[in-house]
């Protein structure tokens, strides 16, 4: 499978060479393509000669993954990497049901777990995820988020299906595509529920504003008609589920940081 790892980039994170190296590592012979603005794309391909540096065309992050994915034109799959986080071990596990998927010529949405970190490095706790695809829609419609984009691969055959991000929105295109998915029917694989990848929270991030993505996550709602009404029954045991399957990752997150939500902790940036 070629798989493509796309990374976008102002070129000043310290953890990009991090980032990049986890790359090499736990997803070899993956094409790595960094999008960058046009005045650092020179020194970024002097500092990683072995990546694809491609410039972006304004826009925001969302338009620069897509920039990316069109640079790239020869891929079976993708993931998208942010420069300070890092993908782990557990992501090859992620990547062989992508294999699977693609050898077998049909869309899937692959993921797994996440890691939380710090800005050196140290474990935080991890973010809930869906523990069954099956509950995912059910969840969407309650304001839980099922799946996160670290360590998640989607196959070509998802873009061309549903289109690629929506360079409309600055921080919550990656809710926004996977959730579109969703209601389009595109098949999701919990692959592991193993950190597949690590999301760093750091002072200073964009999504420590917390009213800007409030409202952008309404903005999501509001285009995909997430909230619209499901049977009562159907999103108890969706919520029940998911609360049960991730109630050691709710027991960390208390004893690390007492009864906070993600949401909170996010604000916090760790």
Not at 48 to 58: I, K, L, Q
Not at 115 to 139: F, H, K, M, V
Request: aromatic share 8%; with cysteine; glycine share 8%.
């Amino acid at each position: 499978m070629k798989l493509l790892v796309v990374t976008p980039t102002l070129g000043e994170s310290p953890w990009l060479e991090e980032t990049v190296a986890s790359v090499a590592t736990h997803a070899p012979r993956a094409a790595h393509v960094l999008v960058a603005p046009a005045g650092v794309v020179a020194a970024l391909a002097a500092r990683f000669p072995t990546v694809r540096v491609v410039p972006e065309a304004g826009g925001g992050m969302y338009a620069a993954i897509n920039a990316g994915l069109a640079a790239a034109e020869r891929w079976e799959a993708f993931a998208y990497l942010n420069d300070d986080d890092v993908l782990l071990p557990n992501f090859s596990t992620v990547r062989q049901a992508a294999e699977a998927a693609v050898a077998a010529g049909r869309p899937l949405i692959a993921y797994g777990g996440v890691r939380l970190i710090d800005a050196r490095g140290r474990r935080l706790g991890a973010i809930p995820i869906s523990p069954a695809p099956e509950l995912n829609r059910a969840l969407y419609a309650q304001r839980l988020e099922p799946i996160y984009q670290h360590g998640t691969i989607v196959t070509r055959a998802v873009v061309e299906t549903i289109g690629a991000f929506d360079p409309d929105f600055r921080f919550c295109g990656d809710s926004e595509f996977l959730a579109r998915a969703c209601l389009r029917g595109i098949p999701f694989a919990c692959a592991t529920r193993r950190a597949a990848a690590a999301f760093r929270l750091r002072p200073g991030q964009a999504t420590k504003n917390r009213a800007a993505m409030i409202a952008e996550r309404s903005r999501v709602d509001e285009k995909l008609g997430l909230l619209a009404t499901l049977p009562a029954a159907e999103l108890r045991r969706a919520r029940r589920r998911f609360r049960w399957a991730n109630l050691a990752l709710y027991a960390e997150r208390i004893a690390r940081h007492g009864f906070v939500t993600f949401d909170e902790l996010l604000a916090r940036g760790g």
